[in-house]
């Protein structure tokens, strides 16, 4: 699907391309897990060499939401714990991935985690998503990110 040129995505702080303080994830869906890549610059800074812990929480909630997409839902996040294990490095290429753990009804469970290339677990999450409440809502949202594209 063709993504309008106007989709207020490209501002995404996520995955968003134009946003220039933004993280630039770029992910891929297959079947209902996401991945994502990604390298944290020196704008996301907490300690010297280091992402602040507030960029891991943003990129773990990010691919949730994601994860909500591959799933069919549109959801947002009601409730997230994140387990720092390793700090994030600034300027190496980082890994994230998540999938959607269960649903039921207007609630949906997920879980993510962020790695080095090479496999080591920096930080891993799990939220609580609720869909947004259709048909109106969700409708709006299709037509918003993707315009004339969105299901009818």
């Known amino acids: 699907m063709q993504e309008p040129e106007d989709s207020p995505r490209h501002w995404c702080y996520g995955c968003g391309d134009r946003n220039p303080e933004g993280l630039h994830i770029q992910f891929e869906v297959e079947g209902g897990r996401v991945t994502g890549r990604f390298t944290a610059r020196q704008a996301h800074q907490g300690y010297p060499g280091l992402a602040h812990?507030?960029?891991a929480a943003a990129v773990l909630d990010e691919a949730m939401g994601w994860?909500?997409?591959?799933?069919?839902?549109?959801a947002m996040t009601a409730r997230?714990?994140?387990k720092y294990r390793r700090p994030l490095p600034l300027g190496r290429p980082l890994t994230v991935t998540a999938e959607v753990l269960r649903e039921r009804g207007?609630?949906?469970?997920?879980?993510?985690?962020?790695h080095t290339a090479s496999g080591r677990l920096l930080a891993e999450a799990q939220?609580?998503?609720?869909?947004?409440p259709l048909p109106g809502k969700g409708g709006e949202l299709d037509r918003f990110f993707l315009g004339e594209a969105a299901p009818r």
Do not use: H, K, P, S
Request: no cysteine.
């Open 106 to 114: 207007r609630r949906l469970e997920a879980q993510a985690a962020i």
């Open 67 to 74: 994860a909500m997409y591959a799933a069919g839902a549109w």
């Open 80 to 82: 997230m714990e994140v």
């Open 53 to 55: 812990g507030g960029i």
């Open 127 to 132: 939220g609580l998503f609720l869909r947004v």
